[in-house]
């Protein structure tokens, strides 16, 4: 199974009190409109506030290619858009993602220009990914295999895919968030080994399924 590499992607944390709302929203979807204007323009992920104290809106700007991205980060229209933006919303955070798993964890940027370690959103898709893929493999897929590889193929990416995108990765990021977050020098000892407790993990779930299967 191959999950579609996320593309360049902007991700824009506004604080907007709950007031302000209905404004925050209509101009958000004209400087979206805007932006869709620009060449390599994908698509918007739009995150309403996970913690109702913080009234934080995290936004996710998708464009094929970094140089897409940046075309309109650095455009005049966007520059005019953001001077539109209404006056009750607080400054903004922006931080640009590199292509790769960033975007599923955008919600936990607390801080921009901190952004999590490559390795530990691998390590923590790949434990995400892993059952998922065997479960569909052992429960799923007999009931549709007859339809051929190809047509097999597409339906278990399909299924891989909206797994990971809504119940499981939400789910991982909430469980492994502390040790996500848990950074630098001073976090070493922890890093080091929660990496050790999703490897375990792994190779437990190796050995389980490799029982059931045979």
């Known amino acids: 199974m191959n999950a579609a590499a996320p593309r360049a992607s902007s991700v824009i944390v506004h604080r907007?009190?709950?007031d302000c709302v209905e404004r925050f929203l209509a101009w958000q979807q004209g400087i979206i409109q805007?932006?869709?204007?620009?060449?390599?323009y994908h698509s918007t992920d739009s995150y309403p506030p996970l913690d109702a104290a913080r009234h934080e809106w995290v936004i996710v700007l998708h464009f094929d290619k970094a140089e897409d991205q940046q075309r309109w980060l650095a455009s005049p229209l966007r520059a005019e858009w953001l001077g539109r933006r209404p006056q009750e919303i607080e400054d903004f955070r922006l931080k640009t993602l590199p292509t790769g798993f960033g975007p599923w964890f955008a919600t936990m940027?607390?801080?921009?220009?901190r952004?999590?370690?490559a390795w530990k959103m691998m390590l923590t898709v790949l434990l995400g990914l892993y059952p998922t893929v065997m479960l569909l493999n052992i429960f799923v897929a007999p009931h549709y295999r007859f339809l051929g590889?190809?047509?097999s193929m597409l339906l278990g990416n399909a299924l891989s895919v909206a797994l990971l995108q809504w119940p499981v990765m939400p789910s991982l990021q909430a469980a492994l968030g502390p040790w996500l977050r848990a950074n630098g020098a001073a976090n070493r000892a922890v890093s080091l080994?929660?990496?050790v407790l999703i490897a375990a993990l792994?190779?437990?779930?190796?050995?389980l399924f490799r029982q059931v299967t045979g």
Do not use: E, I, N, R
């Open 16 to 18: 907007v009190p709950p």
């Open 34 to 40: 805007a932006a869709s204007t620009f060449p390599g």
């Open 109 to 113: 940027l607390d801080t921009p220009t």
């Open 115 to 117: 952004p999590l370690p």
């Open 149 to 151: 590889l190809a047509v």
């Open 193 to 195: 080994g929660g990496a």
């Open 202 to 207: 792994l190779g437990g779930l190796m050995l």
